[in-house]
């Protein structure tokens, strides 16, 4: 598998740019209601400074999902391990009025397409607090197999513990799945 380097992914009206400076204040907007962070594993960025050093300190790689021109929310590639030929796409979050929207999936196909076809990976793994079913049902909606949860997996920042429900999607899966989401988009 090769390395992901910084690209623009497009569909329709989302695209997928590298997160930079010029999108945080767009991103502070966007993050404004506090239910965007519930189950991320940060508190919630106040500030375009604040936005920044999430994004600094970011861990994998994150995209800005730009939604009619505007910045809506951030999706990233992690924990990519080239060797094996594995990815995790995660750290996703959206401003509430675009859930349960196209926008969600069509990010998801870009970076599925993306890791599957272009990067040659073999598997890429999504996971969820384990208490945020609507990410789960949206998760499996994407057509990715439930692995299992592994308990205790991280801190919340409100200082209780989260465990993790784990799905992923093999290479081999993605042509039915891949099908399954064009039609959802269409």
């Known amino acids: 598998m090769r390395s992901p380097e ?39 960025p106040r500030t375009a400074a604040a936005m920044a050093e999430f994004r600094e300190t970011h861990p994998g790689m994150p995209w800005a999902v730009v939604v009619d021109g505007v910045a809506a929310g951030s999706t990233s590639y992690l924990d990519v391990d080239s060797e094996l030929g594995g990815l995790e796409i995660g750290a996703t979050w959206y401003r509430p ?5 196209e926008v969600n999936p069509t990010c998801k196909w870009l ?27 949206a998760i499996r909606k994407l057509g990715c197999r439930y692995d299992g949860t592994l308990r205790h997996q991280r801190r919340r920042p409100d200082g209780t513990v989260r465990d993790a429900a784990f799905f992923s999607m093999l290479a081999a899966e993605w042509p039915e799945a891949e099908r399954a989401l064009l039609r959802r988009l269409e």
């Open 111 to 137: 970076l599925l397409d993306h890791a599957f076809r272009s990067l040659g990976a073999s598997r890429v793994t999504l996971k969820a607090d384990a208490l945020n079913l609507r990410s789960q049902a």
């Open 97 to 101: 009025d675009l859930w349960a929207t």
């Open 6 to 44: 910084p690209v623009v992914l497009r569909r329709g009206r989302v695209v997928l740019e590298p997160w930079g400076p010029q999108h945080d204040a767009e991103l502070v907007e966007a993050g404004v209601d506090p239910e965007v962070w519930r189950w991320l594993p940060i508190a919630q």
